[in-house]
Structure formats: C-alpha cells, structure tokens
DNA sequence: GCATTCACGTACATACACGTCTGTATGCTA
DNA sequence: TAGCATACAGACGTGTATGTACGTGAATGC
C-alpha cells in the first residue's frame, strides 16, 4: 500500500516488515475465504478467522478496516483469481460452446479447493438487501452472467447453440447449475468436472457432450 | 398438541380458540420461512418475523420453544409440502426419466413462491456443522437424493439412461444443479420449468428433451 | 544509538438479539 | 356470571461479537 515498497537493488536486506504484513494479510483473506464458504457473512466470528490464520483480532483489524472490509477484500481476492484460473481458460477457446463448456469444466476444478461456494453463499445472503458486500457479490455475478449470455448469443448466431428462453435467464439458469451442481459434489474429484459439463451443456439446450 | 381438539359431534360451536392459535402459527411459520429463504438461519431475527407475520416475540415465544424449533417446524413444514405438491407428481409418472424430469419440473413450479431456497440456503448454512437444524435438512436432503440415485439406477437398467458417474454422484450433481437453476431464476416463469429440465436432463446424460 | 513508526496483542465499551418473566385481555368452563 | 386457562404483548437480564483505545516489542530512519 504504502510507497516504501522501495528497495534498493544491490542490498540483500530483506523487507521483513513489508513481507510480514503481507504474509498475514494473505493468511487472514485464505482464513476468511475459508470462513465465509463455510458460514457466510454473518455468521463469520472474525476471532476464530484470526485464531485459524494463527493471529488475533488484533492483526485483522491492523490489516482491515473491519468485517465489511475484509469481506470485499476476500471477494474481490477470489473474483481476481477465478478470472485468472477459469476465465483465461475461457478465452483461449475456438467458439461460444467449447468456452461454456471449458467455464464448466474449470469452475468445478477451480472449487475444490475450500474456496467453493462463497460467491453463492454470499449472493445468497445478500439477495434483495442493501449491503455493500451484497452489491459487489452481485455485480460480480451480473458481469459473470452477461459474459455468458453474449457466448450463448454467440452461439445461436452460428448456429451452434439451439434456440429457447431469452439468453439472458439462459445465463442465469447456466450460472445457477453450474454452481449448484460443484457445490453438491464438493469437489468430489474427478466427477464433478463431468458433471458440471453435462449441466452446463444440459442448461444449453445441447446434446450429451461426447467426452469421458 | 394438546388433547383438546375434541369436539361435540353435534355442537356447532365453533373452537375460535383453537383456531386462532392455529391461524397465528402458519402465520408465524410462513413468515418464518420467507426469512429463512431470505436471511438464513444465524441472521434470521425473530422480532422481525413476528413482526412480518402481525404479532410479536411473544406470540413466538408461546407457539415455540424457540429459535431452533421455529426453524425445525419450517423445515418440516417445506418438506411436507414438497413431497406433497412435487412427491406426489414424481410418483404417477410412467418410468425413471419421466420421474426425474417431472421432478426437475415439479419444483421449479413448486419454488415460484418466495420459500425457494430455503433447503439450501440452511444446507449451505450448516454444511459441516453439528447444528440440530442442519442435521435435519441434511437428512430430508440425504432422503431426496437417494430417491433420486434410485430412479437413475432404474432408469440405466431399462437403458433410458446412459452410463455414466456413480448414481449417488449424479443424484447430487442432479439436485445441486436443479436447486441452484431454480434458485438463480428465482421463479421466472415460465423460463424456470424449463430450463430446470434442461439443467436435469443434462446431468443425467440425457439429450435435450424435445417438449417445448 | 535513539526516536519513531509499524505490526500485533490485550482490555474495554457498545450493540444487538435471544430467551425468560410478568402483565393483560380475551375466550372457555362451571 | 364468576373464575380459570389461553393467547399474546412488553420489559428485563444475559451472552456474544464487533469495534476501539491502549500497550509492547521489533524494525526502520536519522
């Protein structure tokens, strides 16, 4: 955060003070994340998120401005890292279909670690309040959405998705199964990457996909 | 409960008492559920659903013991209703894929009203806990599933259902996806029946379905 | 080398919600 | 109609979790 990240290039010294803070500020998100998958916001006791990292009450609020704050942060944390696990894989597809199917494929990977459903569980709680993780739960998931309904438009263009309901409650119902399915599995390894694509494809309108 | 539900046969005095009691508890337990399916269990306050249902923390607190036991009536209550209103149309369908789909259909339909998520919003809640009402939800849901893992072992002997993951495996993906599908459209009719199918017969295997 | 800042622990204040208790009005019974 | 039981409301006490203020030791800058 601060600009004295600054280090001159021959000394070896190392920043102990910056690398601590940033160690126990990754320990405290893996703890929270863990936290909020498991027992969502409100339910989250910030002492056993700090006791879990191996720290107290103390570390997190130095870290954080407090619950709400450390929140966002998890959220945006695993938001960060699914685009860069799931979504670079999305992109680097040939067409709409295979990038929905490789989004299925690699969201059910992507959730066996214990991270899984704290987006779901989060939009859960949230749904129809006003709080600000609630909003940014949901912007993230509506942007997760529309990417989804522009490849399934994508696909009806060319023919390779059939037609059905408005593309948008597609993507919604898409989205949904997807999630729900890889949280019911709990990333029971290796079934839950198929399954997800037979959700996903099954969501689609298309045929039982060929693979595995 | 108690044993004062007799009645003279000929008497038309009608039992105003009993009645109003009776009135105020499904008052009680819809308000309740709304604010399960919304809030959950941990953030779900009672004045709040006394309020909703036009009493106070009184009423609750003379209807039920407490907190825990609002949330276990509810839960019976839903589950009733379920194997009632959905159950019941899984069982007069000719084989296991018409069951199956039926279902996926059945309580799409059954979720437009706002009680939807409430399962999974305590399964998720509870999930790896050691909470009575978590216990419970996960026994009705252990108790769906294996009705489903039932049929899909059906339906592959009579080979209307490819092979595939173990059933247990699939009977979970199959009521992840449909829950998390219904959830997500949030009873946008008349989307919700089918992408619900759609979402079901994809993890089954099945190709699309042709209805609709 | 010393003052300062930083990372973190500890102790305190506050708020909120659950559960219990007591009060009151309305129906039931004799 | 008198007396009791029931349905419900309101007030109180308590536990728990959040947020804040303060204290300590180590690292950094001069």
Chains 1, 2 share one sequence.
């Not at 709080?131 to 522009?150: D, N, Y």
């Amino acid at each position: 955060m601060s600009p004295s990240t600054i280090q001159a290039s021959g000394s070896r010294r190392r920043s102990t003070q910056a690398e601590r803070s940033a160690r126990t500020r990754t320990a405290l998100l893996q703890s929270a994340a863990r936290g909020l998958s498991r027992y969502g916001y409100g339910n989250l006791v910030l002492e056993q998120v700090a006791r879990d990292a191996g720290y107290t009450r103390g570390a997190l609020y130095h870290q954080f401005t407090g619950k709400k704050d450390l929140a966002l942060a998890v959220v945006e944390w695993v938001d960060e890292t699914w685009w860069r696990e799931v979504g670079g894989l999305v992109d680097q597809q040939p067409g709409p279909v295979a990038a929905l199917i490789a989004l299925a494929r690699g969201h059910a990977i992507y959730c066996r670690r214990d991270v899984a459903s704290v987006a779901m569980a989060l939009r859960l709680e949230f749904s129809g309040q006003d709080h600000p993780v609630g909003r940014e739960v949901e912007r993230i998931s509506k942007t997760l959405v529309k990417r989804c309904a522009r490849l399934i438009n994508a696909g009806r263009r060319d023919g390779s998705i059939p037609p059905g309901p408005p593309a948008k409650a597609v993507a919604l119902a898409f989205v949904g199964a997807l999630e729900g399915a890889v949280i019911a599995l709990a990333g029971q390894a290796p079934h839950d990457e198929l399954l997800a694509a037979r959700a996903a494809a099954g969501v689609l309108g298309l045929d039982s996909p060929a693979g595995t």
